[in-house]
């Protein structure tokens, strides 16, 4: 048995405990937490941390493969932009500088105390250094392609990279997801409803004004790159609706879907997706929408509506590190009234919900192995991260 005391320890699950101890078995698994008092701690056996204890994060959004792009795209040129820059490095990229790049994102990231990491894979570039690494990833099969004749082409593709990483996968880690909600046409929609299982579903989501023009009237810069890339497909003309009500009828109201990034979400779409989803989630990643668009969601807006909120760190290609600690940072940035307790319960359980691991991560609680994260530099009277603050991982999760 192990036991760590630090000046405060955050269960999730609960108050933020003072002078306590966790006390974890040596494989990991959380016994409880005690008062430091508690005559049957042996007091000699402590190790004492300065800082915050909680429990390791949970990244609901990440491309690893983007990883080879760090600091390479400018910041704050709009999406457009953004995915024009990418396209064109991209080419001149060598496989063994991306192979490089994923590994030491994985370290880097599993180092601030991410321990399971939902990845979108749009190639095969990741398989094979996810079948050796030991972090947890859920792989996101993504698909795009506005052209129906392709469609199913596009999602015979994905089948089989879907059976790459399933190889190495345990049952249920890789699904085939659409990449946004504008940018499929019905037909691939479809394929993707169409597998039977109980797959989770992840999808781009109102990242800028663009996409609720093009589904309000079919205008804006989505529809004329649509143009541009399928001359011969006809113009869309718009749905007259929000993005998600657009394409709900593809999707089952029980089916386990995040909604990525919602830049620009209103009252309007929360309260479709509230009353159509039961089980949606709502990842924030905002430090690469800082970095691309210059513009934070409403995050209150989420909260006073009751939304279950994750956190996503994005790609390398729009953000300077993947730590969940830097994207709790800079909400609490910009907003400072969100209490600490609640932005990690974000970074940690409510992920956790989302990838069905809640059994194991997300909380301290007798039985999970969440893993354990010291947050150091904290102003502790107020909980409050500094911009100084960093997290480690001092005890692995076990999934
Ligand atoms: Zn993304």
Known sequence: MQYLS????????GEPCYSSVLAVNDDGTVDGIYSESNPGIPSAKI???????????????????????????????????????????????????????????????????IVATADIANGNSTADFKSRSRHYFHTFVEVFGSNPAFARIIFEKAVQ??????????????SIVPHATYSLPEELFRSI???????????HHQEN??????????????????????????????????????ISEYFNRNQKLLLVHNTVSEQQDIDFVQH????????????????IEKKLPDVNLFRSNGCEITL???????????????????????????????LIQWGTLNGARFLGLEHKLGSFVKGKS?????????????????????SRLIIPAKI
């Open 193 to 203: 409803a169409s597998q039977e299982n109980e797959n989770l579903v992840s999808i």
């Open 161 to 174: 990279l879907k059976k790459q990483f399933e190889k190495s996968t345990l049952p249920g880690g890789v």
């Open 47 to 113: 190790q004492k941390y300065d800082g915050i204890l909680c429990p390791g994060f949970v990244n609901t959004h990440c491309h690893l493969e983007l990883s080879w792009a760090k600091g390479l795209i400018t910041k704050g040129e709009g999406l457009d932009g953004f995915v024009r820059e990418l396209e064109g490095l991209r080419k001149k990229t060598p496989d063994t500088s991306i192979q490089q790049a994923i590994e030491k994102a994985t370290h880097d990231m599993q180092h601030s105390g």
């Open 370 to 390: 969440p893993g354990i994260v010291l947050i150091e530099h904290v102003d502790i009277s107020t909980l409050e991260l500094k911009p100084e603050s960093t």
């Open 276 to 291: 159509y989803f039961d089980r949606a989630y709502w990842c924030f990643c905002v430090n690469a929408n800082l970095y």
């Open 209 to 246: 004004p663009d996409e609720n023009s093009f589904f309000q009237d079919g205008s804006g810069p989505i529809a004329d790159r649509r143009k541009m890339f399928n001359p011969d497909i006809p113009a869309f003309r718009g749905t007259g609706k929000r993005p998600i009500e657009s």
């Open 312 to 342: 996503g760190t994005d790609s390398l290609a729009s953000n300077d590190q993947l730590s969940i600690l830097e994207e709790i940072k800079t909400i609490q940035h910009y907003f400072p009234e969100i209490p600490l307790m609640e």
């Open 6 to 13: 630090a000046n405060c320890i955050i269960p999730v699950t």
